[in-house]
């Protein structure tokens, strides 16, 4: 038999991971942004927001009908502490100057990709959920062995996920026009980086092979 990571997707063996498309670092008002003035905000955002509203949150909207309507888990994981100041986040995260309070609107689901029904968000305080969750745990009991990945940022908590995945044995889809950073070229050299650790296919093409089972 032939290992290989170019397997397409089982809907019930499987589920579409979002990471932290949240209202802290997805939305113009959130905590990420909160001190920039508004040339900064541009200077430095401008193409992120334009590439995330116009084209990636589309994009992530599709896979979440498509994977919802073939019987796939959806799943969601946002940055947030387990406590209001942050006294539980990693050091990384501490450094940085990442707090997103417990229960804060900054630690939502963006409305446009909102959870519905009993979907799992599970809460994650550093850059790999695998690392601050118990997601592989919850994965296992749901019968979950292939994980598709979708979210922010490309080469950062999406690049830990996919690394941590693969390494617990999983087979990880990403979604290349369903993730974004906050430039072209550093998403390009993440997918670069990381392409030998997953199966990379378009939102598109995600669709056409769960239509094409059903």
């Not at 955002?45 to 994009?59: A, T």
């Not at 598709?148 to 979604?175: F, H, M, W």
Request: charged content about 25%; glycine content about 6%.
């Amino acid at each position: 038999m032939t290992l290989t990571r170019d397997v397409p997707l089982e809907p019930a063996h499987s589920a579409l991971l979002f990471i932290d498309v949240q209202n802290f670092s997805a939305e113009r008002e959130g905590a990420e942004f909160k001190d920039l003035s508004p040339d900064v905000m541009e200077e430095k955002y401008g193409w992120y927001f334009e590439q995330l509203n116009g084209r990636v949150i589309p994009n992530m909207q599709t896979i979440q009908k498509a994977t919802r309507a073939a019987g796939v888990e959806v799943m969601y994981t946002t940055i947030e502490s387990l406590t209001l100041d942050g006294r539980d986040r990693s050091l990384d995260y501490k450094i940085t100057g990442f707090n997103v309070p417990k229960g804060s609107w900054d630690g939502k689901v963006i409305d446009r990709i909102a959870p519905q029904g009993d979907e799992i968000v599970l809460p994650k305080s550093s850059s790999s959920v695998f690392v601050s969750t118990h997601i592989d745990y919850i994965l296992r009991n749901l019968g979950v062995r292939q994980l598709v990945i979708a979210g922010l940022i490309t080469d950062q908590c999406v690049e830990s996920a996919i690394r941590d995945a693969c390494d617990l044995g999983y087979l990880v889809t990403q979604v290349t026009d369903a993730c974004l950073t906050y430039s072209q070229a550093r998403h390009d050299n993440s997918l670069n980086a990381i392409k030998g650790y997953c199966r990379q296919i378009t939102s598109a093409e995600l669709v056409a092979e769960l239509e094409a089972q059903t």
